[in-house]
């Protein structure tokens, strides 16, 4: 299918870098997802290298120049790591939002060694190649799209890993996530989509923060909700709230999502339709209906 095949009200969410990929695209570890909404474009994140990254955007036809702006949903560099080669394919001034911690120095113990695992550009560098709109609140990206603010009520569950660190003045803590934010994402009129990144803040902490902001249909959840390393028990909970969402059609999860997470979602008894992402897939919403395509691909020059 191609954009021609697009109708001009449809909502299209195109998974451009994941864990896993569709050939001709290739994967990694990282993440990054095109939107283009009827009054504009927007991608979330930027995958771990600019070399995938960049790759899988020509392999989809997908030109940064045409991009309104961009969302990056934490400073990991699996969802930074690209921004690099990103930034001169953008128009100047582009604006690009997050949270205000987004400088903050981060790191990763999981190799058995200390990582820096932050974003690879400094703050100087950044804000003379973007529009820099720092902000723990929500922020409007465009027409029928926000980000989520910080989710800063964590009842539930987070995404944490005991790997992940911050340094406070001389010593190491514990990384509190606190800049993790999603989008929010309306597909049709009061119909909504909840968009992650890695959803450290926890993918239930999260949908509470949204539906008490957003008054509406919640049909949909995608991205990486951070369910990897999730206890059955836990896995069980997260299930049966996300059964208590009426309105909730479909679940499109990848990246740090878990597959364990991700095949218990597919084998409950749940109304909802269950995909696991991959970069190549495109997501579009029209009319109070979905559908999933396999993205026809263009060479890459």
Known sequence: MNDAELGAADVQLTWVVDDVAIAPLR???????????????VLLDTGGSGEVLVGNLAALGLDPAELDAVVISHAHDDHTGGLSDLLPLLRPGTPLYAHPTLFRRRYSTASGEMVDRGIPLPEDIL???VDLRLSAVSEQVLPGVWTS??????????????????????TL????????LSLVIEVGPGDYFLLCGCCHAGLLNTLQTVASRWHGR?????????????TSSQIGTTIKALNGLQS????????????AFIAACDA??????????AAGQRLVFSCRQYRLDNVAYRPVA
Do not use: F
């Open 149 to 170: 603010g910080e989710i800063s009520n964590r009842p539930d569950l987070e995404g944490r890993s005991v790997h992940h660190w911050v340094r406070e003045g001389d």
């Open 127 to 129: 804000s003379s190649k």
């Open 248 to 259: 909730l059609d479909v679940l499109w999860l990848g990246h740090c999502s878990g597959e």
């Open 268 to 277: 409950a008894d749940s109304r909802y339709a269950l995909y696991r992402g």
């Open 218 to 230: 919640w049909t949909g959840i995608g991205g990486g909700v951070h369910m990897a390393g999730a």
């Open 173 to 180: 803590q514990p990384d509190p996530y606190e800049d993790d």
């Open 27 to 41: 994967h990694e570890h990282g993440y990054a997802v095109w939107i283009k909404v009827p009054r504009g474009t």
